[in-house]
């Protein structure tokens, strides 16, 4: 009778032993792991999906200046103390000259419609000087006056500008003093100094 129960007891632990192997499996997870993953190390662990391409990194990206260089974004322009302050440059203009009519001179006084004939097909290009000194810096009013003086014979003599100082800093006068000193007015009786405003908005 005790050969019979040890043998049962065996049995019965033979059969448990092999259930609990086969639940268990190789993997030591007792069958806990689903589709997709895998077992190690007692641990259900996801399966890479190997048709999945892998990820790719994005090339690290120069931006090219003009034909070839290397250049970083522009840095924003930043106004400086005193950037908006007005300042002139140039000559100084004098005063007008007094006709004298009584001699007899046959030259006439120009009038403001004369000058502004002449002076008026330069305006563009005195808006561009203005425009190329003031660049991208963030200067949102202001103005620049333009000084002249026009000698008897039609010929600017003298140029004033004034305007910010970071335009003049930019080259304004110069390029001013180079569209103005080129113009020709019709002859008169005596010099003229006239000023033409230009609003920055």
Not at 45 to 70: F, I, N, T, W, Y
Not at 87 to 111: F, M, V
Not at 114 to 124: A, G, K, M, N, R
Not at 138 to 157: A, C, D, I, M
């Given at each position: ?5 040890l ?10 032993g ?48 003009g034909?070839?260089g ?26 007008p ?6 001699e007899?001179?046959s030259n ?5 419609e ?24 963030p ?29 003049q ?33």
């Amino acid at each position: 009778m005790s050969r019979l129960l040890l043998g049962v007891l065996l049995g019965a632990g033979l059969l448990a032993g092999g259930a609990y192997l086969y639940l268990r499996g190789p993997d030591g997870c007792l069958g806990r792991c689903g589709d997709g993953t895998h077992c190690s190390d007692h641990r259900c662990l996801a399966v890479a999906d190997k048709s999945a391409p892998p990820p790719v990194k994005e090339p690290h990206r120069r931006r090219r200046h003009g034909a070839g260089g290397l250049e970083s974004a522009a840095p924003e322009v930043q106004l400086k103390p005193g950037d908006e302050k007005m300042i002139a440059q140039g000559d100084a203009l004098g005063r007008p000259e007094r006709i004298d009519l009584s001699e007899g001179s046959s030259n006439r006084e120009l009038q403001q419609e004369d000058l502004d004939h002449v002076f008026h097909p330069s305006e563009p290009a005195i808006l561009r000087c203005i425009t190329d000194a003031l660049g991208d810096a963030p200067l949102e009013s202001g103005k620049v006056e333009v000084g002249l003086r026009v000698e008897r014979s039609g010929q600017v003599s003298r140029v004033r500008v004034e305007g910010p100082q970071l335009l003049q800093r930019n080259g304004l006068n110069r390029c001013v003093r180079g569209v103005v000193t080129a113009l020709k007015f019709p002859v008169s009786g005596g010099a003229n100094v006239v000023t033409y405003p230009f609003e920055l908005k």
